[in-house]
């Protein structure tokens, strides 16, 4: 075979292809393509359109012009999004060039207010969107169910509904426990979040209900079985660490073993605590209520802030005996309210430091000696109707007659624009409890001659207080206040916004030691916006 040149292999015995010429292995008989010296077979073209696959821009299909418009090395027919690079900024499965929100996960498309964009990336989206918390309770409500669900404006969000009755009863059961039947009706709630945080709900109701709460993402139904649900609680319902998107919240009614459902009314409040971030309410024209929680070290700071040109007043208040600031506020007609005066909580909380209200004196500053023996005065606000309030150093026993209204502090925090926590015009506390991190409550102007009413939580979780001194630089740098003064802390450091907590109370006050709204004292006065 050593001259063998024919060129059909079929009957081509040798051993060896050294001198096998055949050129077209299609015909060549030996199976082993190892011994093969044909030429190399020719790269592979899986779609068949001339290119080969190393070279082609789509090589699962046809694309012989290697069109690629966006010019993302993806020819268009095996790119999803043919006029986007970057196809999809947030991997929400929605090309960019189509999306609502390019850069913030949309899935849904929500656009709550319909002006094109979406909802996770839209500040105003909110504007028309019903919430017992802030200035949109009087809105009409949404069905609450999948297809309508009850959109949140922004969190803390609260609602008084019932499952009695509701449009959907759609879910039986829930993937994240599939055990536990909830056949009767249920109330869905959305929400949309742009930062990673820690959601928190709370659910009252009342005997002969049972509702339960049911957090989930991206939620799907078949054969009543929910899937998605990332979490399940009856009445506390608490997850951290979650990342920013859309979420859904379902309040159904538990069923039984023997199938009888346990529908009814609920009152429901949740939240969205987003470390670092401002979270702000709007209360009325004029005012807000913000939040922010830091994370390094934590803090939790509420901040109320009012222009009373807008027709509001800042109105101070004796309370009946001694009442938390949640219980005070109803009769007041406030908006949002704090914690006053110092008190004797022995004596019906009578108030320690000065109290006008409506041109009614119910007590002074008291007399504070240092260890010198100097008769200390004592920084107070007053201010009349719906005025600025003003500040002045009183001494003890003495009466401002020309306001109506007036509150003592202690201490002083920020004076004409310089913080310095002072016992005495330009003379820093020296007390171990100002030196220590407290609970600590504020009233303050800022540079635009805005009230701004201050809460910093401590003693719980939700955060460890700071010194006076901390407090007074906080309110400069931060919020830019050009004088302040504190009120009482501690156990009795309360902010309450009505209707945007079931408390009412939308701080982490301290006295039941938890990080949550329920651990209000009972005080002598607050200060209300209303």
Same mark, same amino acid.
């Given at each position: 075979?050593?001259?063998? $040149?024919?060129?059909?292999?079929?009957? $081509?015995?040798?051993?060896?292809?050294?001198?096998?010429?055949?050129?077209?292995?299609? $015909?060549?008989?030996?199976?082993?393509?190892?011994?093969?010296?044909?030429?190399?077979?020719?790269?592979?073209?899986?779609?068949?359109?001339?290119?080969?696959?190393?070279?082609?821009?789509c090589p699962a299909t046809s694309n012989a012009n290697q069109q690629d418009l966006d010019g993302d090395g993806q020819g268009d027919p095996c790119d999803p999004c043919p006029s986007d690079n970057p196809n999809d900024s947030d991997g929400d499965g929605v090309c960019n060039s189509a999306d609502n929100c390019p850069n913030n996960a949309n899935p849904s498309q929500a656009d709550a207010d319909g002006d094109g964009d979406g909802d996770a990336?839209?500040?105003?989206?909110?504007?028309? &969107?019903?919430?017992?918390?802030?200035?949109?309770?009087?809105?009409?409500?949404? =069905?609450?169910?999948l297809s309508d669900p009850i959109n949140a404006p922004w969190t803390p969000f609260v609602d008084a509904n019932s499952t009695s009755g509701a449009a959907q009863d759609l879910v039986d059961r829930y993937d994240c426990a599939p055990g536990t039947q909830e056949h009767g009706p249920e109330v869905v709630?959305?929400?949309? =979040?742009?930062?990673?945080?820690?959601?928190?709900?709370?659910?009252?109701?009342?005997?002969?209900?049972?509702?339960?709460?049911?957090?989930?993402?991206?939620?799907t139904v078949s054969g009543g079985l929910l899937s998605g649900c990332i979490a399940r609680a009856h009445e506390t319902l608490e997850v951290t660490n979650l990342p920013a998107g859309e979420y859904w919240l379902f309040a159904d009614s538990w069923t039984s073993g023997a199938g009888v459902e346990y529908a009814g009314a609920f009152e429901l409040a949740y939240e969205w605590l987003a470390p670092d971030q401002w979270n702000e309410v709007p209360l009325a024209a004029g005012a807000s209520w913000q939040r922010l929680r830091t994370s390094s070290p934590v803090q939790t700071y509420n901040v109320i802030t009012a222009d009373l040109s807008q027709g509001l007043e800042l109105q101070p208040a004796r309370h009946s005996g001694c009442q938390t600031v949640a219980a005070a506020a109803p009769s007041i007609g406030a908006l949002a309210g704090v914690n006053a005066n110092y008190f004797q909580a022995g004596s019906g909380c009578s108030t320690t430091d000065l109290l006008r209200v409506d041109g009614v004196l119910h007590s002074t500053n008291g007399s504070v000696v240092d260890g010198a023996g100097t008769v200390l005065s004592q920084r107070s606000a007053g201010w009349n109707g719906n005025g600025v309030p003003s500040f002045q150093w009183l001494n003890p026993g003495s009466d401002w007659p020309s306001v109506a209204d007036a509150v003592g502090g202690y201490p002083s925090l920020v004076e004409g624009g310089t913080p310095l926590a002072a016992v005495q015009p330009g003379q820093q506390v020296w007390s171990s409890t100002d030196w220590t991190a407290n609970?600590?409550?504020?009233?303050?102007?800022?540079?635009?001659g805005h009230v701004v009413?201050?809460?910093? $939580?401590?003693?719980?979780?939700?955060?460890?207080?700071?010194?006076?001194?901390?407090?007074?630089?906080?309110?400069? =740098?931060?919020?830019?206040?050009?004088?302040?003064?504190?009120?009482?802390?501690?156990?009795? &450091?309360?902010?309450?916004?009505?209707?945007?907590?079931?408390?009412? =109370?939308?701080?982490?006050?301290?006295?039941?030691?938890?990080?949550d709204h329920w651990g209000a004292r009972s005080v002598g006065s607050g200060l209300y916006l209303r």
């Open positions: 075979p050593a001259d063998d $040149d024919d060129s059909s292999p079929a009957d $081509d015995d040798d051993s060896s292809p050294a001198d096998d010429d055949d050129s077209s292995p299609a $015909d060549d008989d030996d199976s082993t393509p190892a011994d093969d010296d044909d030429s190399t077979p020719p790269a592979s073209d899986l779609d068949g359109d001339g290119i080969v696959d190393g070279s082609d821009n990336c839209d500040s105003t989206s909110s504007s028309n &969107t019903y919430n017992l918390c802030g200035a949109n309770a009087s809105l009409s409500r949404a =069905t609450g169910t709630y959305r929400f949309v =979040t742009s930062a990673p945080g820690d959601f928190r709900a709370e659910l009252i109701d009342g005997v002969g209900v049972d509702i339960d709460l049911h957090l989930a993402q991206n939620p609970p600590r409550t504020a009233l303050g102007v800022n540079a635009a009413l201050v809460t910093v $939580d401590g003693r719980t979780a939700a955060g460890s207080g700071l010194t006076s001194s901390s407090f007074a630089n906080w309110l400069s =740098t931060e919020l830019n206040l050009i004088n302040a003064i504190g009120l009482d802390g501690g156990g009795s &450091t309360t902010a309450v916004v009505p209707d945007c907590w079931l408390s009412d =109370t939308v701080n982490f006050p301290s006295d039941n030691s938890l990080p």
